[in-house]
C-alpha cells in the first residue's frame, strides 16, 4: 500500500515539475537555454527508489514528454529511462549523503541524457552535426541543473530517504519468532 501512494505521489510530483518545466522556466533562462528538471527528477527516483522504478518511470515521463511537447517520440523516454537505471548503479557506487556526489551525479546524468538525445537525433532526424554549440549548450544547461540542484538539495535528502524507506528496505520475516 505504501509503494502504491509513493509511485502516485511521484506521478503527481512529476506534473508539478512539468508545469514548472513548461511555465515558469521559459521566462528564466540562461542564453535562452532552460534545466532539465526532468533529469535531475528521474535521478532522484533512481538513487532512492532502485532502478527497476528509476527505469519504468523514466520510460513513462519520457514517452509523456515527447507527446505533450511534440518531438519525435521514444527519445526521451528512452534516455529517460537510461537515467532512471544509472541512478541504482551510482546508489551502489557512491554516497548519496554528500553534496558534492548528488551534484556530479546530476552533471553526469544531465551530459548523458543531453548526449544520448543529441546522437539519437542524428542518426534519426538528419540533424546536422555542430559540435561546438552543442557543447555550449550542455555545459549552461549542466550548469543550471547543479544550481537548481544545490537550491533543492534538502528537500532531496528529506524526501529521497521517505522513499528509501518504502522501496529498499528488508522486512525480513523469520519463521521462528
Request: hydrophobic residues 55%.
Amino acid at each position: 500500500m505504501k509503494k502504491t501512494i509513493s509511485i502516485v505521489l511521484l506521478i503527481l510530483v512529476f506534473f508539478i515539475i512539468y508545469f514548472i518545466q513548461s511555465n515558469f522556466f521559459t521566462w528564466f533562462t540562461i542564453a535562452g537555454i532552460e534545466p532539465n528538471l526532468f533529469v535531475i527528477f528521474v535521478l532522484f527516483i533512481g538513487l532512492f527508489a532502485g532502478k527497476k522504478l528509476g527505469l519504468i518511470l523514466g520510460i513513462i515521463f519520457g514517452f509523456y514528454i515527447d507527446v505533450i511537447m511534440g518531438r519525435q517520440i521514444g527519445i526521451s523516454g528512452i534516455m529517460l529511462g537510461v537515467v532512471g537505471l544509472l541512478g541504482e548503479y551510482l546508489d551502489k557506487s557512491f554516497s548519496k549523503e554528500s553534496r558534492l556526489t548528488i551534484m556530479l551525479m546530476m552533471a553526469g546524468s544531465t551530459i548523458i541524457y543531453e548526449v544520448g538525445c543529441y546522437i539519437f537525433n542524428i542518426i534519426t532526424l538528419g540533424v546536422s552535426v555542430e559540435i561546438i554549440s552543442f557543447i555550449k549548450i550542455l555545459l549552461i544547461e549542466v550548469l543550471y541543473n547543479l544550481i537548481i540542484a544545490i537550491i533543492i538539495y534538502p528537500l532531496i535528502q528529506k524526501m529521497g530517504h521517505a522513499l528509501e524507506e518504502v522501496f529498499k528496505s528488508r522486512n525480513i520475516l523469520t519463521r521462528y519468532f
